[in-house]
């Protein structure tokens, strides 16, 4: 006597209601990369379409447009007008970051926003911190000083959560301590844990603007080939006090997604990465695939692995669809 599956898979309404795995605009945060400048300034970027460098005040309009849809989270990325060693514009309340935060939040003050922490959009170097220029690699200790000023500045702003992504050793460490000691005790902390030193960043690179002048990021970020150290990076940051933990990018490292959602149950957040997204709209702009289907189809895949929470630049399109 064989098991007959199939049974379940008949009636559209029992598939359905046997759905295990389900998608909903409540799972997304949508990146807006934020460029200081003139205002009305929107610039689609060539790698990525459909994405855009955009102003403070078209930020805010867009964020209209997001809770029309259902989408309530964002999270963002700075491009400043002048770059130096030590990003300095992520140092100050006036900067581009600290500006949109406090603007976004005054005109949405129901919109749910994340501010990315790192440098490298910043610097003139393209690094994520202050550099050794011995060992022409990143100064870890020196650069969690600067990462604890500037976690100050976005909380004094007005930031939902903060959002580390830098792969400094003991970053979470000592942002907690700092942001304790600011006054900020509430303020949570999704740690880019699981970072790895991937080649689907690219086009991400061409909309911050973010390439490194020299070398690479090896040395801080991970290597791909590590599956027993991407759960350790993780584990650790769950030790330090992070609220939540992140896996980026998403789509080569679905194993490391269930290995770590199987290790700690602290929520999951992924990061659906740039190379990825312009694979799909490479793909699309072909014709050699079902452009929604395989978008969806991708999600819940990241979904099913593990991921509690999806930043992705697909969010709108993907809301879109499931509003119907």
Known sequence: M?????????????????????????????????????????????SMPGVFQMSIDVAIKECDELKKLGLRSIILFGIPKVKDSIGSDALCSHGVIARAIKEIKQAHPDIFVVSDLCFCEYTDHGHCGILDMKTQSVDNDKTLEILNKQAIIHAQAGVDMIAPSGMMDGMISSLRVALDDGGFKNLPIMS???????????????VAES?????????????????????????????????????????????????????????????????????????????????????LETLIGFKRAGADIIITYHAKEAAKILNG
Request: zero cysteines.
């Open 2 to 46: 064989f098991k007959r599956f199939r049974r379940v898979r008949i009636n559209p309404i029992l598939r359905d209601l046997l759905t295990q795995t389900k998608l909903t605009t409540d799972d997304f945060i949508y990146p807006l990369f934020i460029k200081d400048g003139e205002s009305e300034f929107k610039k689609e970027i060539d």
């Open 211 to 295: 390439s490194p002048s020299f070398g690479d990021r090896r040395t801080y970020q991970m290597n791909s080939a590590n599956r027993d150290e991407a759960i350790r990076e993780s584990m650790a940051d769950e030790e330090e006090g992070a609220d939540i933990l992140m896996v980026k990018p998403a789509l080569a490292y679905l194993d490391i997604i269930r290995d770590i959602s199987n290790n700690s149950n602290l929520p999951l957040a992924v990061y659906n990465v740039s190379g990825e997204y312009a694979l799909l709209q490479a793909g699309k702009k072909a014709g050699i695939i079902d452009y929604d289907k395989v978008m």
């Open 192 to 206: 880019y844990s699981t970072k790895f030193a991937s080649a689907y960043y690219g086009p991400f690179r061409d």
